[in-house]
Structures are given as C-alpha cells and as structure tokens.
C-alpha cells in the first residue's frame, strides 16, 4: 500500500501562517482528510475532500492538493493550533480499496 | 449528537486475541453511506487504519493485517466489534473506534489504550 510522508515538526510565530505538506501517491484521489491531535486527546478532523470544514472548525484551517501533494495551510496561527497533525486519504494503488495516514507532523505555535 | 466508546481488555497475552467493542449512538448503521471504522495508534507513533465496516455490511481491512483482522456489526445494539488475533507487543496501541460518512472519519472514540505483555 502507499505511504504518505509528512515533515516531523514544523514552528510558527503566533499569528503568522504555517503550511504543512503531505507527500504520497494515494494523494491523487480526492479523499483527502487532515486530523489534529493535540496531547492525550483523541485526533480531530479539520478538513476533508481536500479543502472542506467540518462544522465548528475555524476558517483560518484550509486545506489543497495538488498531483502527489496535499496540504494544510493555518492562517493566523494560534497558541490553541499546537498540536499533531495528520493527513489521510484512500489508497487505490493495490487490489483492495484502504485508507493510510501521514507520519505526522507536530506543530509548535511560537 | 454522534457518540463512539470503544470497550474491551487494557492486557492482553502474547498470541491471545484481542475483542474489542465499539458502542454507539447518534446514528444507524443501516442508514446509507455510513460505516464504522477501527483506527490504533501506538505510544508516540503516528495513526495506523485497521479497518471499516458499511452499511451494506461491505468490510475493508489494512492490507497488513487482513489475516488477522475480523469486524462485524450488530446493527440491533449499535455496535461494532473488531476482532485481532495471535496478539503481539507491536500491536500495543491505543485503538480508537471511528465514524465514516461523506468520505471521512468525522467522529472519533476517545479510544482505548490496549497493552500486549507476558
């Protein structure tokens, strides 16, 4: 199955913007999903279909992708967006339909 | 309100099987398009998906671990069982039980943390 690779850590000033990329072939697809998990919680989703908001998840979250590359853009970072964040999406490329996730990458709000 | 709670052992032995279930509420698993899935995450690593099951009783597993893996439903009591076999210290992991609709895993259980030891 395919893996999807992400930069292990990534820091932002507060209020700045910070974009995280995930890599992988499955990323094709337009079931892209991306989680935020903060410590000792359970992940949160924040976007799915590459760029839709659940309800309640502010819009400074927004998400694209383009070819074998997705990504999460956090526009006006703030302290409460430290956190794990994971990307998604389904994986076509053997012969059963799965779902992999990204490595993660953590986030730290400066 | 969509709610998901994983029950099952915090210990299990090395090449036991592993029952774990997931009770909820807020939506019907025979309802179109939603599916109930299994997702673990080791201590300080990163998500794995394990395996979903539909409304139309369709099931998915990790490629991984199909020989391994069994999920079904009980649509009478709102639940969803995952069941691993030949256990292993790898597979210590929190695992979370998680709800599928549109295309996502929206709602998530607040997981449940499963040890493997001798």
């Known amino acids: 199955s395919s893996e999807l690779t992400q930069d292990p850590a990534v820091s932002v000033a507060l209020g700045q913007t910070v974009r995280i990329t995930c890599q992988g072939d499955?990323?094709?697809?337009?079931?892209v999903s991306w989680f935020q998990q903060k410590p000792g919680q359970a992940p949160v989703l924040v976007i799915y279909a590459i760029n839709d908001r659940p309800s309640g998840i502010p819009d400074r979250f927004s998400g694209a992708s383009s070819g074998s590359t997705a990504s999460l853009t956090i526009t006006g970072a703030q302290a409460e967006d430290e956190a794990d964040y994971y990307c998604?999406?389904?994986?076509?490329?053997?012969?059963?339909?799965?779902?992999?996730f990204g490595t993660g990458t953590k986030v730290t709000v400066l | 309100q969509i709610t998901l709670k994983e029950s099952g052992p915090t210990l299990v032995r090395p090449t036991q099987t592993l029952t774990l279930t997931c009770t909820f509420s807020?939506?019907?698993?025979?309802?179109?398009?939603?599916?109930v899935g299994w997702i673990r995450q080791p201590p300080g690593k990163a998500l794995e998906w394990l395996a979903v099951?539909?409304?139309?009783?369709?099931?998915r597993y990790s490629p991984s671990l199909r020989s391994r893996l069994t999920i079904t439903k009980d649509n009478s009591k709102n639940q969803v069982v995952l069941i691993l076999t030949n256990m292993d210290p790898v597979d210590t992991a929190t695992y979370y039980c998680v709800h599928r609709f549109a295309g996502a895993f929206d709602m998530w259980g607040q997981g449940t943390m499963v040890s493997v030891s001798s």
């Open positions: 499955s990323l094709r697809s337009n079931d």
């Open positions: 998604s999406s389904r994986d076509n490329s053997g012969n059963h339909l799965n779902y992999v």
């Open positions: 807020g939506f019907s698993l025979s309802s179109s398009g939603v599916g």
């Open positions: 099951i539909y409304w139309d009783d369709e099931k």
